[in-house]
């Protein structure tokens, strides 16, 4: 899963932690509080390291061409057709 895909996740997991109080989670739901914040934790656990690579200008590989790139080089965008994630 790409570094963006992630951010989505964690994007909509957050969303959706912030709709429910810890005591308000819905009865019929096999989430619970608990288990959100291990998804929240876990997700972080994985985007953090990603994103501390591309503040220190880390490398990506880009899923287009196979490139090795300069993040901050290359690193243009969604829709510039670089297909850059980090390595």
Not at 61 to 76: I, M, S
């Amino acid at each position: 899963m790409s570094l963006q895909e992630k951010l989505k996740d964690f994007s909509g997991s957050i969303s959706t932690a912030t709709g429910d109080a810890p005591d308000e989670y819905p009865q019929w739901s096999s989430w619970t509080y608990e288990t959100h914040m291990a998804d929240l934790r876990e997700l972080w656990a994985e985007i953090y390291p990603q994103l501390k690579n591309l503040e220190q200008g880390g490398v990506g590989r880009c899923e287009v061409t196979g490139d090795d790139h300069c993040l901050r080089c290359c690193g243009e965008g969604e829709g510039s057709g670089c297909g850059l994630v980090p390595l």
